[in-house]
């Protein structure tokens, strides 16, 4: 038995000694110490990505390889909504918070996490007036837990605290102006008294992006910082005229954060708009790495993966805070698995490139430098406005998109829901910047010619290297997680869940949730009892973005239905 | 750069070699009169790169041969290949160009007792050629086939009323049509079928290929469509998307378009024939009216959602009549 699985069954021994009554009676405070040693919590899940460093690796293992065919479904929520279903659930002693949402809502849900009976529900009415990607594409990635409070953004660009024994509103605060196209979809990240959020909606409305912290027990203003300089500001250089304060650089994916440097890791996105050429320059700092520091907000160090994006690339996927082993020797690195189809290394020290490797084989744009990290681009692949369609791989969807990577630090594996797929691209010929509109200007079909579009690959950290794929049908639009249990769960847009060998990728288990996985997939324990938490119900990229693709049509047929599918283990 | 790139004087006349077939016409010709589309144009990017050209005749009949001429440097540039990654992919020896042109395919009849429409295409007898893309095209779309080795065979069995049409690679119509009054073309969208074609130079020769490029984009807005159309090639070939329609867009309906492929092409398509997230649009059944007060309020329980304030009236009023005028499919 391994040291992480004896904790585990002294934990699972302790919490069998409580007795589960009514969760608000129960509630535990999650305090920053309580963040900080979240990994060791491990039948908790009390973060986004559990933990600060990005791995949403659970340390449960009662669940494991050699019994996980008796997975067997406990309960079934209904969120009740119709909008795109991205959330990542979190747990704390019993309790289970998500998020659903719809044009013009924002819904959080307090869950009993053994019954799937609804402890409280939260409904936020979002004005008719937002911008048009709020409308097209409503969504939510999750809640973040603070003190006795939940916390979340929406989609009027406001950040709200409720009570978590109850629901209520405690308070809120308006972050930007929604009329501009600004909302929040990410889950917001909380360290030592501050939440931590970027905002979404500039990559593909214009509008300046930003990441900015609150003070956790107010919502307070602490700090912002602007994703692009304006005019006179270092790096302001790399815009012509005022094209940077339509440039986007949306933040909109949940950060990462190291304790010991005190660095907050954020990937940037794509520049606005979609159309290259109307935005000449490097346009810094979009398609970044950055890190920022907790307390100030100042840039510590940056890279761009690239520059003057043609593709909307956006490089926001998180950046795992891993130490790897390469040739004897240590690096504390950050690695992020990107859109670009590199898995990237960098000192998380200052930035330094370390080294990227190419994790799909759909790959056309070009790459970067193996010493500098420099990207540079392969002849024809940018569109030119109103021209023909290009051929470009991957697809904006990317190599990998927003859908987190796991890290099993057992097995030095970085799990990587890949796919293998390219898109008909082109700009249009007259795009002009319209507030509230989209401010994208491309048309985009996506195509495989792989038979197995979909690849979760296995990718050694210290070897810096893919040891194993499983393959699926579709693209792989949905969620992985990866537990002590020597397990890799992997979401499907046909509407499957699916285990595999964290070792060697084979298939050990699935089961069809009947709507396409597109949520988190998370696990927790109460009562000494292993839960593997899935959420479902589509996304439009799995219906819109695969609907040109005839080999698709089936998967693409599959309806959205808002759920959480809670599995445990046979009785 | 190759161009004689073994001494770095400045002052030197740069030379590029072209590989080109002595008799491929309407591609290239040692013809001095008709050169051939490609030569012209290759003419074109020297004198804008101010480099002098010279031509390796060499028939391109056998292309494993004809790239060997350019791999072993006979020659440095050689025009005419398919910039897709299909067939870039596998040539790690070689850089490729920005597309100059895209072919197309296109379905050639008599304007009159032919074939009216491409509905009208089903249960009549087409001719194409052996293998080519347009033979594929038929095939798929279930036309019933007489199939032809050569272009000339199957330009004179439309002209011999063997066949009722042809379906054909754009840069082949374009020539017979100019000299062939009493024919015609029908519009024929198939996007996987179109094939953005480009130059090809050595994976050494970087500075060339950056140099074409740039010349392309100096050429690109006039003196490429020129020679093309002096080919008829421009005529023959269905004009890429977005710009789908045949005759040029007033300010309102070129603004219609921008709005309806950034705005709601995503869900709808390109071609606004529909996803199976969102309705096919061409298929829309009401008035303008009942047009404008979908896309202002939506459809509830849909993923339609209400472009109200967002898009103005007028604008989605543009946006009816620019679907309605697509061409049809």
């Known amino acids: ?39 060791g919590d491990a039948a908790n899940w009390l973060m986004y990505n559990r933990t600060y460093s990005g ?71 979002i004005p008719e007036d937002v911008g048009a990607l709020a409308r097209v594409i409503p969504h939510n990635r999750g809640v973040a837990l603070y003190k006795d409070k939940v916390i979340f953004g929406t989609l009027d ?20 102006d929604y009329s501009d196209g600004y909302f929040m979809s990410a889950a917001p990240l909380i360290a030592k008294g501050k939440i931590v959020i970027g905002i979404a909606g500039p990559g593909e409305m214009g509008p300046r992006g930003f990441i900015e912290a609150f003070d956790a027990e107010t919502g307070k203003s602490r700090w912002r910082w602007y994703s692009i300089p304006a005019a006179g500001e270092p790096g302001s250089e790399t815009w012509p005229a005022d094209t940077w304060k339509i440039g986007g650089g949306a933040v909109w994916h949940a950060g990462t954060y190291d304790p010991t440097t005190n660095l907050l890791y954020f990937g940037t996105g794509n520049p606005a708009p979609w159309i290259a050429d109307m935005r000449k ?20 160090w940056h890279f761009q993966y690239l520059a003057n994006d043609a593709w909307d690339y956006d490089t926001t996927a998180e950046h795992h805070i891993i130490d790897v ?82 890290f099993n630090p057992k097995t030095g594996y970085l799990y990587i829901p890949a796919n293998e797929f390219c898109m008909r691209y082109a700009y249009v010929a007259d795009l002009t910047y319209k507030r509230g509109q989209l401010f994208t200007g491309v048309t985009a079909e996506h195509f495989s010619r792989a038979e197995q579009a979909g690849v979760l690959r296995a990718f050694d950290v210290n070897q810096n290297k893919v040891v194993w794929e499983w393959s699926n049908r579709t693209p792989l639009i949905s969620h992985t997680l990866s537990t002590a249990g020597n397990l890799v769960f992997q979401g499907t847009a046909e509407g499957n869940v699916v285990a595999v060998d964290a070792k060697d990728g084979k298939e050990l288990w699935s089961f069809n949730l009947g709507t396409p996985q597109s949520g988190g997939i998370i696990s927790y324990a109460v009562d000494g009892k292993q839960y593997i938490a899935v959420a479902a119900g589509g996304t439009l990229r799995s219906q819109v973005w695969f609907g040109k693709e005839p080999k698709w049509a089936d998967a693409a047929r599959v309806n959205y239905s808002d759920i959480i599918v809670v599995f445990g283990l046979a009785d | 750069m190759v161009l004689v790139a073994t001494t770095s004087g400045s002052g030197e006349a740069r030379r590029i070699r072209l590989c080109a077939d002595p008799s491929n016409l309407p591609f290239s010709s040692q013809h001095a009169t008709e050169p051939g589309f490609e030569v012209e144009i290759a003419r074109a990017i020297a004198d804008a790169i101010g480099a002098e050209l010279s031509v390796h005749w060499f028939p391109t009949t056998r292309e494993i041969a004809a790239l060997r001429q350019l791999y072993e440097g006979r020659c440095d540039l050689l025009m005419g290949v398919p910039v897709t990654s299909r067939y870039t992919d596998d040539k790690p020896r070689l850089l490729f160009t920005a597309p100059y042109y895209v072919m197309t395919q296109v379905v050639v009849a008599p304007t009159v007792g032919g074939v009216a429409s491409i509905e009208g295409v089903q249960g009549k007898l087409v001719g194409v050629q052996a293998m080519t893309l347009s033979d594929q095209l038929a095939y798929e779309r279930g036309w019933n086939r007489k199939v032809y080795l050569k272009p000339e065979e199957l330009f004179a069995a439309l002209v011999g009323t063997e066949v009722d049409a042809i379906v054909v690679e754009s840069v082949f119509a374009g020539p017979f049509l100019r000299k062939s009054p009493g024919f015609g073309t029908l519009a024929l969208r198939d996007p996987p079928r179109e094939l953005p074609i480009g130059a090809a130079v050595r994976k050494t020769d970087a500075e060339l290929k950056d140099a074409v490029d740039r010349a392309l984009q100096i050429l690109r807005d006039k003196t490429v469509p020129d020679i093309l159309s002096r080919y008829g090639i421009i005529l023959a070939q269905a004009p890429p998307p977005p710009a789908s329609e045949t005759a040029p867009l007033s300010a309102e309906l070129r ?13 709808h398509g390109t071609d606004a024939n529909g996803t199976p997230a969102a309705a096919n649009l061409r298929a829309f059944k009401g008035m303008e009216d009942d047009f404008l007060r979908v896309v202002r309020n939506g459809r509830p329980g849909t993923a339609m959602t209400p472009w109200k304030g967002l898009i103005d009236d ?9 679907i309605k005028g697509l061409p049809s499919q």
């Not at chain 1, 069954?9 to 305090?31: E, G, H, I, Q």
């Not at chain 1, 969120?79 to 019993?94: I, K, Y």
């Not at chain 1, 490097?282 to 840039?299: Q, R």
């Open chain 1, 157 to 176: 660009a406001h950040l709200v605290a409720l009570d978590a024994k109850t629901g209520k509103q405690a308070w809120e605060t308006k972050i930007a």
């Open chain 1, 325 to 406: 082993v390469r040739n004897g020797q240590t690096h504390k690195a950050v690695v992020q698995a990107n859109k670009l189809g590199y898995v990237y290394t960098l000192d998380r020290l200052n930035g330094k490139f370390l080294s990227a490797v190419p994790f799909i084989k759909s790959l056309n744009w070009g790459g970067p430098d193996p010493t500098t990290g420099k990207s540079t681009e392969n002849p024809g692949r940018r569109p030119t406005m109103g021209g023909p369609p290009v051929e470009v791989c991957p697809s904006l969807l990317g190599g990998t998109g927003w859908q987190p990577k796991v």
């Open chain 1, 55 to 125: 791995w949403r690796y659970s340390p449960l293992d009662q669940v494991n390889a050699a019994n996980v065919k008796k997975l067997v479904p406990k309960w079934i929520f209904a969120g009740g909504t119709l909008g795109d279903q991205q959330t990542t659930p979190v747990v704390n002693d019993g309790v289970m918070f998500t998020t659903s949402t719809s044009i013009s809502l924002n819904r959080v849900q307090a869950v009993n996490a053994v019954t799937g009976a609804l402890v409280w529900k939260h409904d936020r009415r």
């Open chain 2, 314 to 322: 007028d604008e989605i009023r543009n946006i009816a009549r620019y």
């Open chain 1, 281 to 300: 320059g490097d346009n810094l700092y979009t398609m970044s790495a950055v890190a920022l520091d907790l307390d100030t907000g100042k840039l510590k």
């Open chain 1, 1 to 39: 038995m391994s040291p992480f699985a004896r904790f585990v069954f002294v934990v699972l021994a302790l919490l069998s000694l409580v007795p589960t009554s009514a969760p608000a009676a129960d509630w535990r405070d999650v305090t920053d110490d309580r963040l900080l040693k979240a990994d």
């Open chain 2, 255 to 267: 603004s219609a378009r921008s709005t309806y492929l950034t705005q709601c092409s995503q869900c």
